[in-house]
């Protein structure tokens, strides 16, 4: 079993930087891909960024390079860098896994709450 924590939510004026974390409670050597997902009241959770353990990256067409995914194995972490937010940043933000060994499956934090205020 995976466990996935997230933190660096807050409340932040338009414009400005935020930068999430994800734990893992073990190693991410067996995590294929890993993300954030993000999620509106009202609205289906979409992806935000991504990353796979060949570093490949991808971004959803909002994020207009505003944020980048990365991911440190030494300290089993996943970040998501954000700039410039915008009020419609806002929501909740999700980490999830993909495990293919170790314990194979899907995983999600709890969740972490970014307000952008205008």
């Known amino acids: 079993q995976v466990r996935l924590v997230e933190s660096g939510g807050g409340l932040v004026q338009a414009g400005g930087s935020l930068r999430l974390s994800c734990s893992a409670s073990g190693t991410l050597i067996g995590a294929k891909t890993m993300g954030w997902y993000r999620q509106v009241p009202g609205k289906q959770r979409e992806l935000v960024a991504s990353?796979?353990?060949?570093?490949?990256?991808k971004y959803a067409d909002f994020v207009e390079g505003r944020f980048t995914v990365s991911r440190l194995y030494a300290k089993n972490t996943l970040y998501l860098q954000m700039h410039s937010l915008k009020p419609e940043d806002t929501g909740a933000y999700y980490c999830?896994?993909?495990?293919?060994?170790?314990?194979?499956?899907?995983?999600w934090g709890q969740g972490t709450q970014v307000t952008v205020s205008s």
């Open positions: 990353v796979t353990n060949y570093d490949t990256t």
């Open positions: 999830h896994a993909h495990f293919v060994a170790g314990p194979a499956g899907d995983y």
